[in-house]
């Protein structure tokens, strides 16, 4: 297969004459032609739309010589719950008829501006709502899942088909399938990246953010989502305060494995490493399960309708229990929400970022319902989003940042969580840790 650059080293060889953006959005369509039988990462290849524009993005680029349009010509893959004029919206629902979206959602509208070639729509769980993303294959192991509910974006990345994604993350679904696949992705701070035009399931916990195959591909992806200046430039790790967010945590001993080496790695390069006390990851779970619950219940009511085709029998059930939770439930969830995110306003503190384990497992098995943690079987849902939902009840940003394989070969992730705006800062400390690991 044709080897398909980073976003960072496309951009370059598109400006130095070895690459031109048609070959990149070339080999992006070989390589789903010849993998995406087997994985199934996109709802819809827009084939003959990218080919235009990566035509298109090679005319415009001799306007740009010092690269201010980074991502003119790169393959962007788009998560099938975020509107593109003239491609259906089908929500990852079988059998959906659904019609062509008649606008750009505010996120696409922006990328497209900056130069993005659509490769097409990937594929999600149903409306959002699941960890696992079926039909969707795992590339590092195809009896694997790649998690959710942006599986369609990670493993569309992690095979090479695209270089960079749109995902949403309500609960870790960004980062979930980016550490499960060994991808990169980013849950912004609240409200940088608008979710005008994109399905909702929880309003005051949804969120769009990027997805790359490196945590530097990030930034370029997230100044366009957010229309504003991002960077990922890497910086010295020396004096940097990191503080380590255990406070019921949940992890297999390959995480725990992983979670340690970056650690030492940190420390190792100069970086004073604290253990500190954040709000409890097992209660901002919970709280997040109801708020969802009832918020994504109310959002989708119209679906439970007898005559709503497609909608599997899971889903249905998830909708429907919104009614099983009452109002003082959700009351006291929202309150939690405030809370936490004071919780971590206060252990940031006394340091720069927080390291958190990123999810508790590698990549279950595919159709997988539930994972063995520490000897205990533990449903599937309650083991993906454990180490995930608390930065959403936060509003703060969190970044999947790959930290290698386990020893059965799958990748293993950490999060960096830091003050709510520091998504430069982040990208650059995420930057800077890939630089020194490769380094050895």
């Not at 297999?252 to 080496?261: G, N, Y």
């Not at 939690?336 to 990549?363: I, M, N, W």
């Not at 940003?397 to 800062?425: E, F, T």
Request: proline share 6%; with cysteine.
């Amino acid at each position: 297969m044709t080897p398909v650059p980073t976003i960072v080293d496309a951009a370059r060889a598109y400006r130095a004459g070895e690459l031109s953006p048609v070959e990149v959005a070339d080999a992006c369509l070989d390589r789903i032609v010849e993998r995406d039988g087997t994985i199934r990462a996109f709802a819809e290849v827009t084939a003959e739309r990218a080919r235009w524009q990566a035509r298109q993005a090679a005319t415009e680029l001799a306007d740009d010589p010092d690269g201010h349009r980074p991502l003119l010509g790169i393959p962007v893959g788009v998560k099938d719950i975020v509107d593109v004029a003239g491609v259906p919206t089908r929500a990852g629902i079988d059998g959906l008829d659904a019609r062509p979206a008649t606008a750009d959602a505010v996120v696409w509208r922006r990328l497209a501006a900056a130069g993005a070639v659509l490769i097409g729509k990937t594929a999600t769980h149903e409306l959002a709502y699941g960890v696992a993303t079926p039909p969707v294959r795992n590339p590092a192991d195809l009896d694997r899942m790649p998690g959710g509910s942006s599986g369609g974006s990670a493993a569309a990345l992690a095979a090479g088909m695209c270089l960079g994604a749109v995902g949403t993350d309500t609960a870790g679904s960004i980062r979930i399938p980016a550490g499960l696949c060994g991808v990169a992705g980013l849950k912004p701070t609240r409200g940088w990246c608008p979710t005008d035009g994109v399905l909702a399931l929880s309003p005051t916990l949804d969120h769009v953010g990027p997805m790359a195959r490196t945590v530097g591909d990030l930034a370029p992806l997230l100044a366009a989502m957010a229309d504003r200046p991002v960077t990922a430039d890497a910086s010295s790790l020396a004096g940097m305060r990191v503080g380590l967010a255990v406070t019921e945590t949940l992890w297999t001993s390959a995480v725990r494995v992983a979670f340690a080496s970056v650690a030492d790695t940190l420390a190792a390069h100069g970086a004073v490493v604290v253990e500190v006390d954040t709000p409890s990851f097992a209660v901002a779970r919970w709280h997040a399960d109801r708020i969802i619950g009832v918020e994504a219940g109310v959002m989708h009511a119209d679906l439970l309708d007898a005559s709503s085709g497609g909608l599997s029998a899971t889903t249905r059930d998830r909708l429907a229990s919104a009614d099983r939770i009452d109002g003082p439930t959700y009351f006291r969830a929202a309150a939690h929400a405030k809370a936490v995110r004071a919780g971590f306003e206060r252990a940031l503190g006394s340091v720069d970022v927080l390291l958190a384990p990123g999810v508790a497992s590698t990549a279950p098995a595919y159709g997988a319902e539930g994972v063995e943690v520490d000897g205990r079987w533990r449903p599937l849902g309650h083991v993906l989003c454990h180490n995930m939902a608390a930065a959403n009840l936060a509003g703060l940003p969190a970044a999947a940042v790959p930290a290698g394989l386990a020893d059965d070969g799958l990748p293993v992730s950490v999060q960096l969580i830091g003050p709510s705006g520091s998504d430069s800062r982040l990208l650059s400390m995420a930057e800077a840790l890939r630089i020194v690991a490769d380094r050895g």
